[in-house]
């Protein structure tokens, strides 16, 4: 299996209204030749014009300026990060279509029933876990909001159509400072404000806080306990370690656990049994995208030699999916709370 899901997380005046959709995928099929070179998205107009109250409103995403005339109503989703945003403020009956692998594990029965009411376009990946999907299948959805980029669609694609895109901002090609849990409260905010939801956000973070304070309060003074972050491939192959560039550090911190790969300022990289065996972590979280846990905890046993971290010899080993971590998102609580269970506390 291939590299883990990496990405190495004021109001200009409206466009008009939307094109026909054979006129957008005239312009796929032309190349997309226009292309929203100086990083100003400006999208479809769903008014045809008028102004509806507080729009239009622009926010900065990966380094991008993208401009909403109203709330998004047609949305699209390529990856499964921004749903625990969308269910907390209450418009995931605004998303059409969902692209990509959405666990069960992640979802309370409420969110879940709200993705089983969305179409899926295809939940097919290539041997790199990267979603495969063609440019026609989105745009013919005619959204008016895409969330989460992936290799064949990108940014500048969609907005020569006059789509916008937003990202989870871990996820940005650029990168960005050390995440950590302000992020998640930041990126509610923000589609707090896409979506005309402020009140909305403002008492989602507001629970997020309470309970990250009430891990913290648990927790209270770091244990001691060292730990890793890793991705393992399963069948085989390379493994990868998390550094502080990625939301694994501070989740580690919160755990009151260190992170044995604090000196490496990298999201994610390769890392050697030998340099694990150098660190000896006495805690190691597995991250997977997908599939049965067991197999990715075979994964790291298969190592020659790993029978010899200290993790492995005392059993202090856990298997989580992904999103649980990285991006930063209201799963990373549910993640940390799931590590100090597990290790924390009175463990």
Not at 94 to 110: F, I, N
Not at 227 to 255: C, F, I, K, N, R
Request: net charge negative; aromatic share 6%; proline share 9%.
């Amino acid at each position: 299996m291939p590299r883990p899901p990496h990405r190495p997380p004021h109001r200009p005046p409206h466009r008009p209204t939307a094109p026909p959709r054979a006129l957008r995928l005239a312009a796929i099929a032309l190349g997309l030749l226009v292309l929203a070179g100086c990083g100003e998205e400006e999208p479809l107009d769903p008014n045809g014009g008028a102004d509806p109250e507080g729009y239009p409103v622009t926010v900065s995403n990966c380094g991008a300026r993208v401009t909403f005339a109203a709330a998004p109503e047609r949305v699209v989703l390529l990856k499964s990060a921004a749903v625990p945003f969308l269910h907390a403020l209450g418009v995931m009956d605004r998303v059409t279509a969902r692209a990509g692998q959405y666990p069960d594990d992640y979802y309370d029965r409420e969110t879940l029933a709200e993705l089983e009411a969305v179409p899926l376009l295809t939940d097919k990946t290539d041997t790199s876990g990267h979603l495969q999907i063609s440019q026609e299948v989105v745009i013919g959805q005619e959204p008016d909001l895409v969330l989460g980029e992936v290799d064949n669609l990108s940014r500048e694609a969609l907005a020569a159509v006059g789509i916008p895109l937003l990202e989870e901002p871990a996820l940005c090609a650029e990168g960005g400072a050390e995440p950590g849990f302000d992020d998640v409260w930041e990126q509610m905010e923000l589609y707090g404000e896409v979506f005309d939801r402020e009140a909305e956000a403002a008492s989602a973070v507001a629970d997020l806080e309470e309970r990250l304070a009430e891990v913290q309060e648990r927790v209270g003074e770091p244990s001691g306990r060292t730990a890793a972050v890793l991705y393992p491939t399963v069948g085989g192959g390379t493994t990868y370690a998390y550094g502080t560039a990625s939301m694994a550090h501070p989740q580690l911190e919160a755990a009151g656990l260190e992170n044995v790969f604090a000196d490496s300022d990298e999201r994610v990289f390769e890392v050697t049994l030998e340099e694990l065996l150098g660190r000896d972590p006495d805690v190691l979280v597995l991250l997977h995208s997908d599939g049965d846990p067991r197999e990715v905890e075979a994964a790291l046993e298969a190592l020659p030699g790993s029978e010899q971290l200290t993790a492995v010899r005392n059993g202090d080993v856990m298997t989580q999916l992904f999103n649980f971590t990285e991006p930063p998102t209201p799963l990373s609580i549910d993640g940390l709370e799931r590590i100090v269970e597990r290790f924390g506390a009175g463990s």
